[in-house]
Antibody, heavy 118, light 108 residues
Framework: EVQLVESGGGLVQPGGSLRLSCAAS????????MSWVRQAPGKGLEWVSV???????YYADSVKGRFTISRDNSKNTLYLQMNSLRAEDTAVYYC????????????WGHGTLVTVSS | ENVLTQSPGTLSLSPGERATLSCRAS???????LAWYQQKPGQAPRVLIF???NRATGIPDRFSGSGSGTDFTLTISRLEPEDFAVYYC??????????FGQGTRLEI
């Protein structure tokens, strides 16, 4: 069964750091493009970052220079290192698997909540 | 950035009725790169339609997608009670960038 399980969320002070993990099973993360998508409380979906199979990475302007996406093939896991966190980064963070040749996401994790507050 | 605007914001209908949800892009979207998702409270989104008109695995045929260029539509032919949720359109464009619409809430 294809599955994504996020972890690493929690409460962090403004200016702090957090690393999210997304463990995949049933498929190989290195064979798919993978993304992080977030959703602030009561709000819509916001794309955060993508990691392509060849290793290229891209970010939304709102997180560029503060967040870093990475992948550990040996652990079949995707990561999101979040630095210089702000209150507006408070959200549920989902990892999602991209569908080859299309631009959608065909598998999502359950999400992990990040709260940035003093 | 290609901005997606969904309408209406909220759609109030009854089971058995037909729902038509709109998604308008500020720039043209390739037909392969427009998708629709359904999200229920406390759950992750799930893809319904990809490539403008392709139903994802396990999605009932009462869901259909259409459109081209900047105007896209999700149609639910006969609403079932489990269809009441929030729906998002999403596009992929260059530079690699993905955007979502603000969502349409479908309520009973």
């Amino acid at each position: 069964e294809v599955q994504l399980v996020e972890s690493g969320g929690g409460l962090v002070q403004p200016g702090g750091s957090l690393r999210l993990s997304c463990a995949a099973s049933g498929f190989t993360v290195s064979s798919n493009y993978m993304s992080w998508v977030r959703q602030a409380p009561g709000k819509g979906l916001e794309w955060v970052s993508v990691f392509y199979t060849a290793g290229e990475t891209y970010y939304a302007d709102s997180v560029k220079g503060r967040f870093t996406i990475s992948r550990d093939n040996s652990k079949n896991t995707l990561y999101l290192q979040m630095n210089s966190l702000r209150a507006e980064d408070t959200a549920v963070y989902y990892c999602a698997r991209g569908r080859p040749d299309y631009g959608d996401y065909d598998c999502w994790g359950h999400g992990t909540l990040v709260t940035v507050s003093s | 950035e290609n901005v997606l605007t969904q309408s209406p914001g909220t759609l109030s209908l009854s089971p058995g009725e037909r729902a038509t949800l709109s998604c308008r892009a500020s720039q043209s979207v390739g037909s392969r790169y427009l998708a629709w998702y359904q999200q229920k409270p406390g759950q992750a989104p799930r893809v319904l339609i990809f490539g403008t008109s392709n139903r994802a695995t396990g999605i009932p045929d009462r869901f259909s997608g259409s459109g081209s260029g900047t105007d896209f539509t999700l149609t639910i032919s006969r609403l079932e009670p489990e269809d009441f949720a929030v729906y998002y359109c999403q596009q992929y464009g260059s530079p690699p960038h993905y955007t979502f619409g603000q969502g349409t809430r479908l309520e009973i």
